[in-house]
DNA sequence: TATTGTTATACTCTATAACTATA
DNA sequence: TATAGTTATAGAGTATAACAATA
């Protein structure tokens, strides 16, 4: 890909894998975060908070974190946000009263269901740039080095 | 890939493009940060910092920026750690005395030939999941997204 | 004892803007 | 006046750990 042969000793960080797919995936994050940010003021974890469970309702904390790839932490903060704002409501599980169960307020499903339209349109405008087969391809591909890159950082 | 058919109203979160790419691409940074950021403790801008001097000695400071897709503000930062620890040095430029002229350190020279050759093993590993010619494609796939995603970007 | 969830702490990242010095 | 670089500030992300309530 360039005026330089790759060794062992030097580094052309714009050729370096690692760096180019933060890079990119920071461009395609605030393209969405533009719109869940903007209008609509929320963070990062809370748009996943509200996308967990504009999808599935009634989840526990811990529910949502696996859902959403946030820690407990991150969804404690936000769901308190969330609640404060009124667009969740949360009660606790009668059979096991360690657990909370979530759900969206009325006003948070209206705040999803306008929002959703505007963030699939974004994705798909995005990933309008490929056909049915590449999306395919790119989605295995990403498939088999991110099993590589769990396996490294679980080696540590 | 699922249960339930996709339409404008709902979203999931697992099959979300901008989603499960930042979830990928974390898990990538997060397998090379291990090796920057643990036995050497350097954080993301600094690696970034050495990276672009390593390959290009006596950049400026915008320079460096340009070459990292760091702020200004985050290379001032990163600079001054990184002469805090004697990896870098750096002078006034004789004939424009804004402009820093910045160089690895004879340490810093050698932490980077440390490090570089655990840093492309890394990728390198990560990669071999891929056969030469589904790289290329990886790369042109998401070359073309991204640049969707700018486009988005800039029209706000 | 183990689990759910909250709170505390500390460091990093991101974004904006004010400020200086040089040109 | 424009540019290079520093500093300040504030909000968000990340990681660890202590803690209370419940099981």
């Known amino acids: 890909m360039g005026e330089?042969?790759?060794?062992?000793?030097?580094?052309v960080l714009r050729e370096f894998f690692p760096y180019?797919?933060?890079?990119?995936?920071?461009?395609?994050?605030?393209?969405?975060?533009?719109?869940?940010?903007?209008?609509f003021?929320?963070?990062?974890?809370?748009?996943?908070v509200l996308a967990a469970l504009g999808d599935s309702s009634g989840l526990s904390a811990k529910e949502i974190a696996d859902y959403s790839t946030l820690e407990k932490m991150?969804?404690?903060r936000a769901t308190s946000?969330?609640?404060?704002a009124g667009l969740i409501e949360r009660e606790e599980d009668e059979r096991d009263r360690r657990h909370l169960r979530h759900r969206l307020s009325k006003k948070g499903r209206s705040l999803y269901q306008e929002l959703i339209p505007l963030v699939r349109a974004r994705q798909d405008y995005m990933l309008s740039a490929l056909?049915?087969?590449e999306r395919t391809q790119l989605d295995e591909l990403i498939e088999r080095i991110h099993a590589k890159a769990l396996e490294l950082q679980q080696w540590g």
């Open 4 to 11: 330089r042969k790759p060794d062992d000793k030097q580094l």
């Open 131 to 133: 056909s049915d087969e």
């Open 81 to 84: 946000a969330l609640l404060k």
């Open 41 to 48: 003021q929320l963070s990062r974890s809370e748009w996943r």
């Open 74 to 76: 991150q969804v404690s």
């Open 20 to 39: 180019r797919l933060a890079v990119f995936s920071n461009d395609v994050s605030r393209a969405v975060a533009q719109l869940y940010g903007g209008r």
